[in-house]
């Protein structure tokens, strides 16, 4: 049972920078894997980037070179730290954690919406 709650949306213009940040909470036996994903008006949700528990990462070719996902050390924070915007990035970001329980399960937060403007 894990809750996750994003923040750091806002509106920003092409070629700035936001850092967003997103917190887990609950009770849980291990978290396997938390990541960033996204959903822009009238598009289907897409994975933007994960890390695994390890420490390993995985970024969508929209993003490489430009996004960049960390963690702290209790590995229950994760952020996305998103340089040089451009307008196609405006979407809702979610944070998805895969976690387990009774069974392996993924927990999403509520999402934080970025507006990336001309």
């Known amino acids: 049972q894990v809750q996750l709650v994003e923040s750091g949306g806002g509106l920003v213009q092409a070629g700035g920078s936001l850092r967003l940040s997103c917190a887990a909470s609950?009770?849980?036996?291990?978290?396997?894997?938390m990541g960033w994903y996204r959903q822009a008006p009238g598009k289907q949700r897409e994975l933007v980037t994960v890390m695994t528990d390890a420490g390993s990462t995985n970024y969508a070719d929209s993003v490489k070179g430009r996004f960049t996902i960390s963690r702290d050390n209790t590995k229950t924070r994760v952020y996305l730290q998103m340089n040089s915007l451009k307008i196609e990035d405006t979407a809702v970001y979610y944070c998805?954690?895969?976690?387990?329980?009774?069974?392996?399960?993924?927990?999403w937060g509520q999402g934080t919406l970025v507006t990336v403007s001309s």
């Open positions: 609950g009770r849980f036996r291990s978290i396997n894997a």
């Open positions: 998805n954690a895969r976690y387990s329980f009774v069974s392996v399960l993924d927990a």
